[in-house]
């Protein structure tokens, strides 16, 4: 994917990056956070953004802006940076910065799951006449560095990450260059993965915006608010500390005081643990709290609030606490007194203590005898105090990546304990290890499982245990006779041995090389698994078997055996065939063989009638075999990433298909048939190179989401408008000439994107659909609105820019519920009246128009947060500007302003005013009314009072400046 396939989804970033107009108001509002933030050091520094355990993988971006001493600085001698791409939903890796300076480019990139795999990284130039690509070079490894053959203009650039085999990627970028700014940078973000990150240099003393932005800003697929750390980079030592984190929403900076731990009574240690973490703690019953394991969601409760005015015993609740890195917050002496605090909470039940560089537990620990959940996972706890085993209430305790040396024998008194994880340095347990008889769930790290089989072997009601980092499985793996559930992931071995058949009772087996174990930086030489033993056709109980991200090539004849499987996946192998015994699992339901090397459909799968999910993702697949209509049974099936030319008629008989992705194939057309999937929800067909679609497509009834960007089509049927279900539509970066007037009956519609195609108008029809919030028309040729557009009363964001718009109709001013409207890159001169009606309006984008004057209404839209009016004709700007008092952000760069009105002073909440390349000789004194933290970048004018000097410092300045004339 290039970026001018994925201007749509990078879009916004690319419009706070390049208009040079970054906005912030210290808040998180649905899919951004922004936060000025102050560096008191020079130096290196790390931003980091990630996502909990139990986030929605999607979009990010993190934009940044450095400031110092109120002028814009640039990051020295280049930066690094990073994220992952996601092939399925076409998204790449990126970064965009301004070069202040023309000069040389060096660009190291890395790819940290198989570093000897070739990467594309794509450099292109952004100016007002559109993106321009500038180099495109394949590389083959992270030691290969490519040094641009010229020098580089000054001006915005982005440059991005992509493989050559279209898999994902998890990458880094290097990039030296003398001087660089303005970073923005994106990707693909998800649970248990890399974060995204970028470094930067702080020359002085300075205050940095940020700029993290995810979910539907970029296009419908979605991700949880990423949690944002920045650490500072110890360059002589490289090790990294903490020094602002965003979580949950809420900044913490590293500020706390020190906490006394007196005899305080409960309601006065949570009001401490309050003012320590910033942050209210609830209140819940215990018959709220969802009960949770430890290897489903670590983060097992987040923070909860306590109700001022009850004691936990008038309330009758207990308390669970998540105080998951707050350590990071003091010193190791603040720590020993936080928790000497939390171990005074009698009536605790949950608490949550990882990664807080503890060391010892204190005895008081024995108070709490509510305790049932303790987390204290990436501890520096070397020994454990014999006080653990009083606490007879505990049910779940995760001490993984502790030090440990060994347990207490008082830890067999925790008898009432289901789940534990361990850490990876036991070579025995104790003998009372054996007396938690009610322990059911094992997490172990450890390469040593042959010494501690004996020991676990005694635990009647341990059904599930899952094993890591091992490096053989011993044949004494038979004496665990009642597992049911084996997991043994992140393998390092190449064979199991034939006594896993005697394992009669395991009804889930999962042998998985866990992808999601990065942490090793030499994954890709690891010993992967190579071959399954006969034996494990004995285990006529096994229900899921999973040996996906391995090397196997063949499966034993002996799988047919197994005649209670209904989940098999070998995803990420070397199959190019399947055994014929796969034909005797009458039983499966699902099937996972993508990421294989099949170039045949596999005929075996045909005679399996009751398999619901098939996955054939990343294939080599060139036709689909009439068969495949006898999987009557299928609900979902995946077959992106393969080289499907066709489909063939017999498709049409998979009547129960909810979920169809063909997306990255080469389909040039689909069959009539495709219409009798009355089933289907969803329907995926994005890069292929479909140039029609078939009336047909219209008797799919029950469909909501049908995505056919990235192909060639010139028109849509006129059947389109009997989709009375859809509520997605996507039809970017097609070659579209005209929307069918049925569009209009598409009632049910939310969300409509026909950006990156030929469009000269859209039709009247456009303001029936009554339910649409995003309408995204960019990068067509549209030269009128209908007046119909006013119509859209629910519309809460347009997208209308690079386009050939002179005029908007009066009607635009209908929108009631817009709050964002994007019409940079047009060829407007004057913005109707009616843009006053906007009352809900927080983002006007009019950059790169040719505007020569603004109206006086501008001063009607009170909600208006943001206001881009880069790179237009304007000389003047209308008085009534100061009535935004909500207005944050303001950017008025490369205009022809000689003067600013005395009314900008109102602009009580602005942040950031962006001024740079206009005439202005001279400020109005009132600019000194603006609050001390706005940003004012105004070089590229003549300014002589106050001094251009003056200025770059702040408004202070400017203020002292006015004071003394």
């Known amino acids: 994917m290039t970026i001018q396939q994925s201007g749509y989804i990078y879009g916004i970033l690319l419009y706070l990056c390049c208009s040079s107009l970054l906005l912030h108001a210290d808040e998180c509002t649905t899919n951004q956070c922004n936060y000025t933030v102050s560096f008191n050091d020079a130096g290196y520094y790390l931003a980091k953004a990630s996502l909990p355990e139990s986030g929605q993988a999607g979009m990010w971006g993190l934009s940044i802006i450095i400031n110092s001493d109120g002028a814009e600085s640039t990051n020295l001698g280049g930066l690094s940076t990073g994220s992952n791409s996601h092939a399925q939903n076409n998204v790449s890796s990126w970064i965009a910065f301004y070069l202040p300076e023309s000069q040389v480019l060096t660009f190291t990139p890395f790819n940290y799951l198989s570093p000897e795999k070739a990467v594309v990284v794509s450099l292109y130039r952004n100016t007002e006449n559109g993106r321009t690509a500038l180099y495109e070079p394949t590389l083959i490894n992270s030691e290969q560095a490519f040094t641009t053959p010229t020098i580089l203009e000054s001006g915005f650039y982005v440059a991005e990450i992509t493989s050559t085999d279209g898999q994902d990627l998890y990458t880094g970028l290097s990039i030296k260059g003398e001087q660089l700014s303005n970073i923005t940078n994106g990707g693909w973000i998800e649970p248990n993965a890399p974060e995204g990150f970028i470094s930067f240099y702080i020359p002085k003393p300075s205050t940095v915006q940020f700029n993290l932005t995810f979910a539907d800003n970029y296009a419908t697929l979605g991700a949880s608010q990423p949690q944002l750390d920045i650490d500072f980079i110890d360059v002589t030592s490289g090790q990294r500390s ?97 928790l000497d605090l939390i171990f005074s909470l009698k009536h605790l039940s949950k608490l949550g203590l990882y990664e807080n560089r503890i060391e010892t537990l204190p005895s008081k620990m024995t108070q709490l005898t509510h305790l049932t959940v303790l987390d204290l996972q990436s501890n520096r706890i070397i020994v454990l105090p014999a006080e653990i085993g009083q606490l007879h209430s505990l049910r779940e305790l995760n001490l993984a990546d502790n030090p440990l040396i060994g347990l207490p024998a008082e830890f067999g008194q925790l008898q009432n304990l289901t789940n534990l994880l361990m850490p990876s340095n036991f070579d025995t347990l104790p003998a009372e290890f054996g007396q938690l008889q009610n322990l059911k769930k094992l997490k172990l790290f450890t390469q040593r499982i042959a010494t501690l089989i004996p020991v676990i072997a005694q635990l009647p009601n341990l059904t599930e245990l899952y094993l890591s980092g091992v490096r053989s499985l011993p044949p004494e793996i038979n004496q665990l006779q009642n597992i049911k559930a084996l997991f043994v992931l992140s393998n390092r071995f190449t064979s199991i041995p034939p006594e896993i058949g005697q394992l009669t009772n395991l009804t889930v087996l999962d042998l998985s090389g866990d992808i999601a174990d990065i942490s090793d930086t030499a994954y890709s030489g690891r010993k992967q698994l190579t071959h399954l033993p006969a034996e494990i056709g004995q285990l ?136 009798q999937l009355q089933s289907l929800i969803e329907l995926h067909l994005s890069d292929n190179s479909l140039t029609t679609l078939p009336p047909e497509i219209g008797q799919l009834q029950n469909l909501t989401q049908l995505n056919v960007n990235n192909n060639q089509l010139t028109v849509l049927p006129s059947e389109i408008g009997q989709l009375q279900s859809l509520t997605g539509l996507r039809l970017d970066h097609n070659q579209l000439t005209a929307l069918p007037p049925e569009i209009g009956r598409l009632q049910s519609l939310v969300r409509l994107n026909v950006g990156l195609n030929q469009l000269t108008t859209l039709p009247s029809e456009i303001g029936q659909l009554q339910n649409l919030i995003s309408l995204h028309v960019s990068n067509n040729k549209v030269t009128t609105l209908p007046a119909e557009i006013g119509q859209l009363q629910n519309l809460t964001e347009l997208f209308l820019p690079n386009n050939n718009l002179a005029v908007l109709p009066a009607e635009i001013g209908q929108l009631q519920s817009l709050q964002g409207l994007f019409l940079s890159d047009n060829s407007l001169t004057t913005l109707p009246p009616e843009v006053g009606n906007l009352q809900n309006l927080t983002k006007l984008n009019v950059s790169f128009n040719q505007l020569t004057a603004l109206p006086p209404e501008i001063g009607q839209l009170q909600n208006l947060a943001e206001l881009s009016l880069t790179r237009n004709q304007l000389t003047t700007l209308p008085s009534e500007i100061g009535q935004l008092q909500n207005l944050i952000g303001l950017g008025i760069s490369n205009n022809q302003l000689t003067t600013l009105p005395p009314e900008i002073g109102q602009l009580i909440a602005l942040q950031s005013f962006i001024l740079m390349n206009n005439k202005v000789t001279a400020l109005p004194k009132e600019i000194a009314n603006l609050p001390d933290h706005v940003s004012i970048t105004a070089y590229g004018n003549p300014l002589q009072h106050p001094p251009l000097g003056i200025v770059q410092v702040g408004i202070p300045a400017i203020r002292a400046y006015f004071a003394n004339r």
């Open 242 to 338: 903490l020094l602002w984190q965003l979580y949950d929403g809420t900044a913490k900076p590293m500020d706390a005081s020190v906490i006394d731990p007196e005899d305080l009574s409960d309601i006065e240690i949570i009001q401490q643990i309050e003012k320590l973490i910033g942050k209210t703690l609830n209140q819940i019953s215990i018959d709220k709290v969802a009960e949770k394991t430890f290897f489903s969601q670590p983060a097992f409760v987040s923070g909860y609030s306590f109700e001022n005015g009850y004691t936990l015993d008038e309330a009758n609740n207990v308390i669970g606490l998540n105080l998951n890195r707050v350590a990071n917050y003091f010193s190791q002496k603040q720590v020993v007194r936080l």
């Open 540 to 675: 006529q109980n096994l229900t899921k078997l999973n040996v996906a991200h391995a090397q196997l090539s063949t499966l034993p004849a002996e799988i047919g055996q197994l005649q209670a499987l209904t989940e098999l996946n070998i995803s990420q192998n070397q199959f190019s065939a399947l055994p014929a015994e796969v034909t005797q699992l009458q039983n499966l339901t699902k099937l996972n063989i993508s990421q294989n090397q099949f170039t045949v459909f596999p005929a075996e799968m045909t005679q399996l009638p009751n398999l619901q999910e098939l996955s054939l993702y990343n294939n080599s697949l060139t036709n689909l075999p009439a068969e495949i209509g006898q999987l009557q049974s299928l609900t979902r099936l995946g077959l992106s990433g393969n080289n499907l030319t066709s489909l063939p008629p017999e498709i049409g008989f998979l009547q129960n298909l909810i979920w169809l992705n063909l997306t990255v194939n080469s389909l040039t057309t689909l069959p009539p048939e495709i219409g």
